[in-house]
């Protein structure tokens, strides 16, 4: 069954970021923030497997699923990698997902946070994708996805592998389309390129892009002055052909209510607003970066096989984003096979042969300080 771009709701309500009162859920304020959402038109749920501590779906079940009825609802949800031990567990979580949130099937299933490495490699050998399927022609999925977090090079290899896949969530926002490790314009190309519907994860950031200094505010307000900072990252997303649906995991009622407004009637970006977009994210973007073009000229003879090229794209993506776990674990994943920035016995090597005459031996100190090892 394909899925029709046009029925699906631009804003998805994400149940990652619920609020809380006392250090759990606030229940009796996600079920305001579930009935505004579903009055305005829109009726995407997405939660998963560890969301606040495996309670949202949980919330989900409580603050929907016995409120509304089935039909007027599309709920998501995620296999989670991490949890499988063996080849029974996934049927287990799977079960038990569907006893959480108090329903017979999901409408979107995902297998959660694919990257190269571990994750991936959980889901080959216990033949995720193929199980998903056959959950499918049960009807206990109605489509199949996965959300993904790896490089551009496995996105191509895992759509060659599985023509099957009806949609992708990636992580895009106007701040990270040139982030070295997470990539998002080049996924996004990928995937329109394909005509592969795209969910949006992260597109403020966490945030981060919704709360800014006060001079770049003054840009987006001399502009929209009725509109929130928040509003201009959602409209570009928005704005891009072959995005689906766009998830904000919305903390409180004012969250909601802005970003209801901002995709009622929505607006795509004018000309002019992209530029100031831009403006933007080059000011944010101009904390100093480590010019590395990656020639791997250094890596050859290094006695420590330390894959520099690599370790500096992880502080360059530190430096702008200093509290980036995903940059910390593609680290980590590096140092699986190659050397830490540690190692390094300040030879020499290496910067006798960088066409970019860069202090590697400084630089590979501050990596070992920023990374702690």
Not at 109 to 136: A, P, Q
Not at 154 to 172: G, S
Not at 241 to 252: A, E, F, K, Q, R
């Amino acid at each position: 069954m394909s899925i029709d771009l046009n029925k699906m709701p631009k804003l998805g309500f994400g149940l990652m970021r619920l609020p809380e009162k006392g250090g759990k859920i606030d229940l009796e304020q996600v079920c305001r923030m579930v009935d505004s959402y579903l009055k305005s038109g829109m009726n995407y749920f997405d939660t998963a497997y560890v969301y606040h501590g495996g309670m949202s779906e949980v919330a989900a079940r409580e603050a929907l699923v016995k409120r509304h009825p089935r039909d007027s609802f599309m709920l998501a949800t995620k296999l989670p990698a991490w949890e499988i031990r063996k080849a029974e567990d996934v049927e287990r979580l799977f079960n038990e997902q569907l006893e959480r949130a108090g329903v017979d099937f999901f409408d979107f299933y995902l297998l959660h946070s694919i990257e190269d490495g571990s994750n991936y490699d959980t889901y080959v050998k216990y033949d995720c994708f193929d199980w998903c399927m056959k959950r499918k022609a049960e009807g206990k999925i109605k489509h199949f996805g996965f959300s993904y977090h790896g490089s551009p090079e496995l996105l191509e290899t895992i759509l060659d592998a599985h023509p099957e896949v009806e949609f992708v969530q990636i992580q895009l926002n106007y701040l990270d389309r040139t982030n070295p490790v997470v990539r998002s314009e080049r996924l996004y190309e990928i995937l329109h390129a394909r005509n592969i519907p795209i969910i949006v994860m992260e597109p403020v950031r966490g945030g981060m892009l919704a709360d800014m200094a006060p001079e770049i505010k003054a840009k987006f307000k001399a502009r929209q002055p009725e509109r929130s900072v928040a509003s201009w990252a959602l409209r570009y997303v928005g704005s891009l052909p072959g995005v689906m649906t766009i998830l904000s995991g919305m903390s409180n009622e004012e969250q909601m209510n802005d970003n209801i407004g901002t995709f009622t009637d929505f607006e795509p970006l004018q000309d002019d607003e992209m530029r100031i977009i831009n403006e933007v994210t080059e000011k944010l973007l101009g904390i100093p970066q480590i010019g590395c073009t990656s020639c791997k000229y250094c890596c050859d003879g290094c006695p420590k096989g330390i894959s520099i090229p690599d370790v500096f794209r992880t502080i360059n993506t530190l430096r702008r984003y200093p509290d980036d776990w995903r940059a910390k674990n593609f680290y980590s994943g590096l140092i699986e096979r190659s050397g830490k920035a540690s190692d390094c016995i300040a030879c020499g090597q290496c910067e006798r042969v960088c066409p970019q005459h860069l202090p590697i031996i400084e630089l590979m100190k501050e990596a070992a300080g920023v990374l702690g090892q």
